[in-house]
Structure formats: C-alpha cells, structure tokens
C-alpha cells in the first residue's frame, strides 16, 4: 500500500477563515513534505517534517502553519488567505528524507 | 539555486512510438532524481527513483538514466500508448527528501 490520503478534495474558504488541510500515511514513513502547485506550474516544496519535526520551512508566510501531530499526520492550518494562496496543495511522504517519495492526490483549495 | 529544465515541454506521437524526455539540472550535488506522472488535476504518481550512486532503473516500458556529472537523466518510454498521456516532471532531491522540480513534459499519445 502506498497510499497518501489528503482530506478534503476541494476546499472553498473566505479571507477571514480559518481552516486545516489533513494527510495521512499508514506506511511506516517518517518524512512527510507539503508541496503548493500553482496552475500550470510545478509544486514548490513549503514545509518538510523529518521524525515529527520540522526541519524544512521555505520561508513560507506565518499564514500557513504545519502541525505534525504523530508518524502518521500531517496537518496544514491556514487562516486569513489571500486569493492568490488558491492553489493544489500536495503533501508527500518518503520512508526517511532522500528516499522515494509518494503523493497523495491533492485538495484544491479555493480562497475566494 | 539549483535549476531543473525538461526539454521538450510538449510532444505529441502516434501510439506505438519509442521516446524520450529530457531533464537537465545545474548543480550535480543531488541526493537522487524521481520521475513522476502528473494527470491533469491529480496528484503525482511516482515511476521511477535513481539514487545519485546509480546509472539507470528500469520499471516494465519506463527506463530511467542519470548522468550527474553532466546534469542530466532521460526518460525512455517503450511502445508508447494512448494511457501514457500526461504531464511528466523530473524532480532533483536533497537528503532531507526536498525536491526541486522541473516545469515538465506533457505527454499526448493518439491512437
């Protein structure tokens, strides 16, 4: 099995909201990624989580912010986004940093 | 800054062709390079991962090669079919698992 489960799909939300991405892995791996795919363009890495903790931030604005609460899960907290933070956001898990790494289908966020 | 291009951006063959894409990078201090397929509005499939220490990987009609000294890797596909459509990107790694992507190559086979 080498399923990535993101949650939701899609996504709608208002500048003023606060609202969370979920991905999930059950493959034992200890690296977990969130990569943004703007149309047409390929994904850009933002945050990379190494055995829980965060050991990637691409100076990514303080208006996402990551959460990896277990081996498992991954989370991405978003609150008072602009338009131009609509977006494919992909998260990926590897079995450790440098090693294969595998994609969840994405949520297609909307910030209207 | 490490760059990655794919060449071409965009190919179009009859089903049943050989063919290759390219991918080429700057800096030759890579951990790996991945090969994906991206269907349009889905997430990635990974193909086929070469570790920097290897030459090639070969997966069913996908073989892979890497140069590194030259900064580049190709992608071979064999006996190219209508279901090979899609976008392929190339991805250089570090040892953390950061990727850098290229812009891709979006693949049409016709019937």
């Known amino acids: 099995d080498t399923e990535v489960t993101q949650t939701p799909k899609h996504l709608v939300m208002g500048m003023t909201n606060k609202k969370s991405l979920k991905c999930e892995q059950h493959m034992g791996h200890r690296a977990m990624y969130w990569y943004k795919q703007k149309a047409k363009k390929p994904p850009e890495l933002m945050f990379v989580y190494s055995y829980e903790k965060l050991s990637i931030n691409e100076s990514v604005p303080s208006r996402f912010s990551p959460e990896c609460p277990n081996s498992s899960l991954l989370n991405l907290h978003l609150h008072a986004l602009q338009p131009e933070d609509s977006a494919l956001y992909l998260c990926?898990?590897?079995?450790?940093?440098?090693?294969?790494?595998?994609f969840g289908q994405g949520t297609r966020l909307t910030v209207v | 800054k490490q760059e990655v291009t794919q060449i071409p951006a965009a190919l179009s063959v009859p089903e049943g062709e050989n063919l290759v894409l390219n991918c080429s990078f700057t800096d030759s201090a890579i951990y790996n390079l991945q090969w994906f397929r991206q269907d349009p509005g889905k997430g990635l499939t990974s193909l086929l991962l070469i570790q920097s220490s290897q030459r090639e990987q070969t997966s069913g009609r996908l073989n892979a090669s890497l140069d590194k000294s030259s900064g580049r890797s190709t992608l071979y596909i064999a006996a190219s079919q209508p279901g090979d459509s899609a976008t392929y990107l190339c991805?250089?790694?570090?040892?953390?698992?950061?990727?850098?992507f290229g812009k891709g190559t979006k693949l049409s086979v016709k019937p």
């Open positions: 990926a898990s590897s079995p450790t940093g440098g090693t294969e790494a595998f």
């Open positions: 991805a250089v790694g570090g040892s953390q698992g950061n990727l850098i």
